[in-house]
């Protein structure tokens, strides 16, 4: 089961590493995390996409709460109800001639994505969603032209409603 | 506010901290922290012959008193030297506090000489480790070390402090404040109080119920709370390994240890019951065997500091998160409350229990010519006993950890030390000679195997310099004997490596040390002769027992069963 867990930790050297090495020491896997300090500069936030069913996330989610920097620890299975998701996609995209140039345009305006660098004969297209619409984007524009690369940021999550990992 | 450079602030505030005895081996990176405590009035540097050995020690010293250990050791090798002694004391969830040198952070990342990354080594095996990245962090640092290690579920912490941080030209404000405060950590003490209620009116109700105690009433200083709990409903008390020494083993409620090799009765007892009352104990893999297959129909109450611990392997139906000695504080504020007496059928219980214990499953068969392990331990616990001598004792691991475990008769918290988590063979001698630092006017005896002891035997010289009244029991079979008795019942007696020729004479060589060592091949006099090394109260013996080769540790749970799935060799009655 696809599992959104965010935690709130302490700036410290070294601190990521252990949300990580937790991981891969435990035989947990990451789908795939971000990391970044919050408004307070002193605090992190990392939001990490995991596989697993109830009891094995509530095993991380208590290991990962035992590290000494981590304040606190959220774990949201069903994305669709309690936490809104995003990811970033950077899709750089084969676009020569004016057909297949309009037509890629044409498939941003679809999706709300944006074509944020081009070059005679490339676009960078830039696109935010969930993971599931993200994968769809990225298979539209496959089938319109040639993707050259892409790169996504992984899960940001934030809790919906009153649920705050601050407070 | 006092100026000192960082190499001073390491020392002074260690002393302040109240520490006095440190084990360590010098090396570049720490040669100005070295320069300092030549000066210390208050701190004894004791140096080891291994970095390993110095960890071991530190740990040795904690275990025997509840206090911080410390070391030190230099960066590179000195570092990585330390990692099975971290691991070792993380797996116990012992309080040590490791200062490794770095080079200069101007270096780091530039694969200097004796350059290691010190933090990522040792990350998986630490409670936490701190990186001093300017002098300035140097102070705090190590107290915030001292009070993550000693509080919550205990632990080792390194604090890597690079060369550069520890310059003597750099004086800069010492910071004297001792409280500390880390925003992200904060280990729960008192038990939930619904919970409380909850465990009390189940451990009344229970019909046949059973205490689990584990490491962390030792650790936890719960002993007295566990035996009060344990008289005033009067529960059979089991111990996991690490628990051993944390109830009085004469006392009659004691059954002895659980698992792998526990007693007859103990497991019985665990498996019959309908409710484990458990106190710091982690249910592992070698207590419990097969998970799925554990107690029946036991309702589980487990109290424990680390909420990671509860529910991760045998699901608790109680769960408390809190410190032992608290938790148990609060029990028996509640059972007074509600006038808690021991349930009606207790007596019934024990008649069940009476039964088990009728096995007699450590009874052991003398064998003509040679000495039995058992024998050797019963012994000596009999004679400590009736000299009057309450031993802390040590053990490497092996067949005669568990020997020991299962002969060996504990009254008081501490006296035992083992490496129950990490099974490190090479423990016992170093620990005993830092349990000896620490209680020098104490017996400290540390039983070994002639596989075990040459793990960390350079310690010898330690003994040598401060003629430290160490007994070590040396239990000679020439053979791995515990991984031999694996081949002897799993692999056709196929002896793949566990034939130690070329074993040492182990006589001659302490008396290399100029210390004493003595070969008993014959239990004709075994009590006479034990009698006589431990009344030697002032000199190290080296005592080699020559002991049978295919004697093999019995109980013993078959793998992936329930935990009265257990082997009982008769040959050995």
Same mark, same amino acid.
């Given at each position: ?23 891969? %020491? ?99 297209? %830039? ?41 | 506010?006092? @100026? ?9 505030? $260690? ?54 250990? #410390? ?23 012992? =309080?040590?506090? *490791?200062? +490794? ?13 004796? /350059? ?5 080594? &040792? ?9 001093? @990245?300017?002098? /300035? ?52 003490? !008192? ?10 009116? /189940? ?8 205490? *689990? ?7 936890? /200083?719960?002993?007295a709370e566990v035996l009060q709990i344990a008289k005033s409903l009067n529960l059979p008390v089991v111990s996991t390994l690490m628990g051993i020494s944390g109830y009085p083993a004469s006392d009659?409620?004691?059954l002895g240890m659980l698992g792998m090799h526990g007693l007859y009765e103990a497991n019985e007892t665990m498996h019959n019951s309908d409710l484990i009352f458990a106190v710091g104990t982690r249910f592992a893999d070698r207590a419990t065997n097969k998970v799925s297959k554990f107690c029946p129909n036991a309702t589980i109450i487990h109290i424990d500091v ?22 148990? &504080? ?33 009874? !052991?068969? @003398? ?11 019963? +012994? ?10 309450? =031993? ?60 075990? !002891? ?13 003629? *430290? ?30 034939? $130690? ?13 100029? $210390?004493?060592?003595?070969?008993? &091949? ?22 080699? #027992? ?28």
């Open positions: 089961m696809r599992q959104i867990i965010s935690i709130l930790l302490e700036n410290e050297v070294g601190a990521l590493s252990r949300v990580v090495g937790l991981f891969s %020491q435990r035989g947990y896997n990451i789908e795939n995390i971000t990391a970044a300090p919050t408004e307070d500069k002193t605090l992190s936030r990392i939001t990490i996409l995991t596989e697993g069913d109830g009891s094995v996330v509530e095993r991380i989610t208590k290991q990962l709460h035992k590290l000494v920097n981590v304040i606190k620890v959220s774990s949201q299975q069903d994305d669709s109800v309690g936490i809104v998701e995003r990811e970033i996609l950077f899709v750089k995209v084969q676009a020569v001639g004016h057909t297949q140039r309009e037509e890629i345009k044409t498939l941003c305006d679809i999706f709300k994505a944006q074509i944020v660098d081009i070059t005679p004969e490339l676009y960078i297209l %830039q696109f935010v969603d969930t993971s599931f619409e993200v994968d769809r984007f990225l298979k539209a524009v496959a089938e319109q032209a040639e993707v050259i690369e892409t790169v996504r940021s992984g899960v940001c999550g934030i809790f919906r409603g009153e649920h705050s990992l601050h407070s | 506010m006092e @100026k000192l450079n960082g190499a001073q602030q390491v020392v002074r505030v $260690l002393e302040d901290l109240g520490v006095t005895r440190i084990f360590g081996y010098p090396g570049a990176a720490v040669t100005d922290i070295y320069d300092e405590l030549y000066d210390s009035k208050k701190i004894v540097h004791t140096l080891a012959r291994h970095e390993q050995g110095a960890v071991h020690m530190a740990d040795g010293y904690a275990r025997s008193t509840g206090k911080v250990g #410390v070391s030190i050791v230099t960066s590179g090798p000195g570092a990585t030297n330390t990692v099975t002694a971290l691991a070792t004391a993380y797996g116990d969830s012992i =309080p040590l506090v *490791l200062i +490794t040198g770095q080079v200069s952070t101007d270096l780091i990342g530039t694969d200097a000489f004796q /350059e290691v990354d010190t933090m990522g080594v &040792t990350r998986p095996v630490v409670k936490y480790s701190f990186l001093c @990245k300017k002098p /300035e962090d140097i102070a705090i640092n190590i107290r915030k070390a001292f009070y993550i290690a000693s509080t919550g579920r205990k632990g080792p912490v390194v604090v890597d402090i690079p060369k550069n941080c520890q310059n003597r030209a750099y004086l800069f404000d010492y910071d004297n404040k001792s409280d500390v405060h880390i925003r992200s950590y904060n280990p729960t003490i !008192f038990g939930h109080k619904g919970q409380i209620k909850r465990a009390v009116t /189940e451990l009344l109700k229970a019909k046949q119920p059973v205490m *689990l105690i584990g490491g962390g009433v030792v650790q936890g /200083e719960a002993s009659p409620q004691y680390d909420p990671a611990s509860i529910s991760k392997t045998v699901t608790a139906n109680i769960p408390i998160v809190g410190d032992a000695k608290t938790v148990l &504080t609060q029990i028996l504020t509640e059972l007074k409350e509600v006038d808690g007496k021991p349930n009606a059928d207790i007596n019934l219980w024990w008649d069940k229990i009476n039964v088990f214990k009728q096995k007699h499953c450590l009874d !052991f068969r @003398k064998k003509d010519g040679i000495i039995r392990p058992q024998e050797v331990i019963q +012994t000596l616990s009999k004679v400590c006993h009736e000299l009057g001598i309450n =031993p802390y004792v040590t053990t490497d691991v092996g067949q005669h950890q568990m020997f020991t475990a299962q002969y060996f008769k504990f009254e008081q918290p501490r006296h035992f030390i083992t490496s129950g988590g990490l099974g490190t063979m090479g423990l016992g001698f170093p620990a005993a000679i830092g349990a000896q630092f620490a209680n020098p006017h104490d017996c400290v005896i540390c039983i070994s195997g002639d596989g075990s !002891f040459q793990m960390n035997m350079q310690e010898l010289a330690i003994v040598k310099k401060y003629k *430290l009244p160490v007994k070590v029991f040396i239990l000679d079979n020439s053979v791995l004997g515990m991984v031999r008795q694996f081949q002897t019942v799993f692999y056709h007696e196929r002896y793949s490596a566990t034939n $130690l020729d070329g074993n040492p004479n182990f006589v001659k060589l302490v008396e290399a040390y100029d $210390l004493k060592g003595i070969q008993i &091949t014959d239990d004709a006099n075994l009590e006479e002769d034990f009698k006589k090394i431990l009344l030697d109260k002032d000199n190290f013996t080296l005592v080699d #027992v020559i002991t049978d080769t295919n004697t093999k540790v019995m109980p013993w749970l078959r793998a992936n069963g329930s935990m009265v799935d257990m082997m009982l060799n008769d040959e050995e009655k």
